[in-house]
């Protein structure tokens, strides 16, 4: 019911932009995150944002890089990145949960996205 796209190759500096299509529901009311797993590493949160895409918040790492934001008439989420880094490498998942915590879905997910690969080259 999540779909992520947009990822690809790009060169140190470069800039992509993910998309999340919700079907089958609406998720006007859930808030939207994004995560990240990178090769032999944990997948850690990246960015949420609330339903009514009044609050976002960001790991540390993206803070001033990269821009999540929301179109509910779409039931989309995105997540703009700039100044791309070869550590931004992974596969990212978008996320969506009812209990409301954009600041790092401490209460885990109702639903995951298929992730999409992000490659980022020095």
């Known amino acids: 019911q999540l779909q992520a796209s947009g990822g690809g190759l790009v060169q140190a500096g470069g800039s992509l932009r993910l998309s999340c299509a919700a079907s089958?529901?609406?998720?006007?009311?859930?808030?939207m995150g994004w995560f990240r797993q990178a090769p032999g590493k944990e997948r850690e949160f990246v960015a949420g944002?609330?339903?009514?895409?009044?609050?976002?918040y960001y790991t540390d790492s993206v803070k001033g890089r990269f821009t999540i934001s929301r179109d509910n008439a779409k039931n989309t989420v995105y997540l703009q990145m700039n100044s791309l880094k070869p550590e931004d490498t992974a596969v990212y998942y978008c996320a969506a949960d009812r209990r409301g915590d954009y600041e790092g879905f401490r209460f885990g997910a109702d639903y995951w996205g298929k992730g999409t690969q992000v490659t980022v080259s020095s």
């Open positions: 944002i609330s339903w009514n895409a009044d609050s976002t």
């Open positions: 089958g529901r609406t998720f006007s009311r859930y808030v």
